[in-house]
């Protein structure tokens, strides 16, 4: 599966933006979606996650409450709506897939949130 993630940007504290996550190729609805971030000088982390099938979710604790992931089917797109921004959420933003029960080894490229205060 090929993942391509766009919508990063420059956002205010306080601020919103909506990541997206297009995905094609052998997608299967087995398939679990996700973001990650990693920002300067830092170790790469997990945001969010999604079952295709079900759309099950899961969230780190920094982000609960103001990120939301979500997928189209239709489209085979996730995207990760975030809300209530902080300096501390710029990073780059990777989408990523893995089937259930396996390490994510589908990765996109990066795009960046930058979060001024």
């Known amino acids: 599966v090929q993942l391509q993630a766009f919508g990063g940007g420059l956002a205010q504290a306080g601020g919103f933006l909506r990541l997206f996550c297009a995905a094609s190729?052998?997608?299967?609805?087995?398939?679990?979606m996700g973001w990650f971030r990693q920002a300067p000088g830092k170790e790469r982390e997990f945001v969010a996650a999604i079952t295709w099938s079900v759309g099950a979710t899961s969230y780190a604790d920094s982000v609960k409450g103001r990120f939301t992931i979500s997928r189209d089917i239709t489209r085979n797109t996730v995207y990760l709506q975030m809300n209530s921004l902080k300096p501390e959420d710029t990073a780059v933003y990777y989408c990523?897939?893995?089937?259930?029960?396996?390490?994510?080894?589908?990765w996109g490229q990066g795009t960046l949130v930058t979060v001024s205060s």
């Open positions: 990523a897939a893995r089937v259930a029960g396996g390490g994510f080894n589908y």
């Open positions: 190729g052998r997608a299967s609805s087995s398939y679990v």
